[in-house]
């Protein structure tokens, strides 16, 4: 079946412009977080949404980042007035459930270049 | 996704042979351990789990170990083929929680 799907793959952007990404979960499952990826570091943990539950904010590293999720399904990562150190992979991943039952199913990430 | 990062441990390997990738996790009431491999621009691909009631497990080509004592885990893959070159890492959970944590990762090259 389909796996975790993100848009776009890559995305370079210049410092000062807002950007969007796309992650769409696997079809069924009610766990969604987004990871950031950076050079020589291991996977930073930004958002985590439940089902309708009020997400986990707390990863996120400052307020010109935001997250949402419609419907239960599709969410959007949003990084308002991008700054070079935003540079890095996202990834979004998904579980069809958490309480440590299940891995995370990534997709292949959004590479943002902030030039 | 990408490899992470410049400076990660590196395993050199024979075809042919087998490779042992080693991981110390942090929390010892993790009860839920991963391991992910993650080739070149692509996201995190699971491999194996593990659950704290066992100490050991295999699957196809691969076997992880568990040991609670000194808060290790390790990969055994068997019979490394080309195809394994990438960046594996383990993750940790555990029961009540939808935190994971992640390692940073080994890079696994195998050479022909």
């Known amino acids: 079946g389909a796996g975790v799907s993100q848009s776009p793959s890559n995305k370079v952007t210049e410092k000062g412009k807002d950007v969007e990404l796309r992650c769409d979960p696997i079809?069924?499952?009610?766990?969604l977080y987004w990871y950031r990826q950076s050079l020589g570091q291991g996977l930073e943990f930004l958002i985590y949404?439940?089902?309708?539950?009020?997400?986990?904010k707390s990863g996120l590293p400052s307020d010109r980042f935001s997250a949402e999720r419609t419907g239960g399904s599709v969410s959007t990562l949003t990084i308002q007035r991008t700054q070079q150190e935003d540079s890095a992979v996202y990834l979004c991943?998904?579980?069809?459930?958490?309480?440590?039952?299940?891995?995370?199913?990534f997709g292949n990430g959004t590479r943002l270049t902030v030039t | 996704g990408e490899n992470v990062g410049l400076h990660l441990p590196t395993l050199s390997v024979q075809e042919g042979d087998n490779s042992i990738i080693n991981c110390a996790y942090s929390?010892?009431?993790?009860?839920?351990f991963i391991w992910y491999k993650q080739e070149s621009g692509k996201g995190p691909q699971f491999i194996i789990d593990?659950?704290?009631?066992?100490d050991k497990r295999q699957g196809q080509r691969v076997t992880v170990l568990l040991n609670k004592t000194v808060k290790h885990l390790s990969l055994q893959i068997a019979a490394t083929q080309p195809g394994d070159s990438a960046v594996y890492f383990c993750?940790?959970?555990?029961?009540?929680?939808?935190?994971?944590?992640f390692g940073t990762g080994t890079r696994l090259k195998v050479l022909a």
């Open positions: 991943a998904s579980s069809p459930s958490t309480g440590g039952n299940s891995p995370l199913h």
């Open positions: 079809s069924g499952h009610t766990a």
């Open positions: 949404f439940q089902g309708n539950s009020a997400p986990d």
């Open positions: 929390n010892s009431a993790s009860d839920y």
């Open positions: 593990i659950r704290s009631n066992m």
């Open positions: 993750a940790e959970t555990g029961s009540g929680t939808y935190k994971y944590i």
